[in-house]
């Protein structure tokens, strides 16, 4: 499952570029923004001992793939990935129990305030699903609906060149008929069982856009 996720989004990027208008590539109506960022927040609560697991904070990478449909507005696939680790929470924190990648793949875009200063402030925005997926034996992944809001700013260094700055926050939704990171086969010993939860998670990025 874990391997299938990541060759797919490379392809699916590229598949995407190719299916853009050419006209729309020539007037610089599409954007491309590599990124990297720092993620942190995010607990569960283990639901047969009750107790409190957290996330770890740790940086993460991503892209984003605009398309320009007024001066003002874009559309956005984003894509987000986070590699981190759960584990205990209190105050002097607790040994990690297993290490967790956290994916965000969304769509949707941003809305810039267009005027006479060349720093552009927008809000972004977007709906998808968060796959996560634990390392260790027994322990199955999980894609579950998520949403994100946020907002930054764009400066303009070229016509088709500049940098963005954005402060972003997550929301997944973990349905009450389900659990996540349970063991797969079927045993009982040193399992996390999370279910009914909404995971909240925030991300500060940087990066630099480009626009072909």
Not at 8 to 15: E, L, N, S, T
Not at 63 to 71: A, F, K, N, Q, W
Not at 124 to 146: I, R, V, Y
Not at 166 to 175: A, D, H, K, Q, V
Request: with cysteine; charged share 15%; hydrophobic share 40%.
């Amino acid at each position: 499952m874990r391997a299938r996720f990541r060759g797919a989004a490379p392809f699916a990027v590229c598949a995407l570029l190719l299916l853009l208008p050419a006209a729309a590539r020539a007037e610089g109506r599409v954007e491309i923004t590599p990124f990297a960022g720092f993620t942190f927040g995010g607990n569960f609560e283990d639901n047969t001992t009750g107790a409190s697991l957290k996330v770890g904070e740790s940086g993460s990478v991503g892209l984003i793939l605009g398309y320009r449909d007024t001066p003002e507005t874009h559309y956005e696939l984003f894509y987000s990935f986070q590699r981190t680790d759960l584990r205990g929470s209190g105050p002097f924190g607790g040994a990690p129990l297993f290490d967790l990648d956290i994916h965000y793949l969304h769509l949707g875009g941003t809305y810039e305030f267009v005027g006479e200063s060349k720093v552009l402030p927008f809000i972004s925005g977007g709906l998808g699903a968060t796959f996560l997926d634990p390392t260790g034996e027994g322990l199955d992944s999980s894609t579950n609906f998520s949403l994100s809001l946020g907002g930054g700013v764009k400066v303009p260094v070229s016509g088709r060149v500049g940098l963005r700055f954005e402060g972003r926050g997550y929301m997944t939704i973990l349905p009450d008929s389900t659990e996540v990171f349970c063991v797969s086969s079927g045993g009982a010993s040193g399992a996390v069982r999370v279910t009914g939860d909404v995971l909240w998670q925030f991300q500060l990025l940087g990066g630099s856009y480009f626009g072909l």
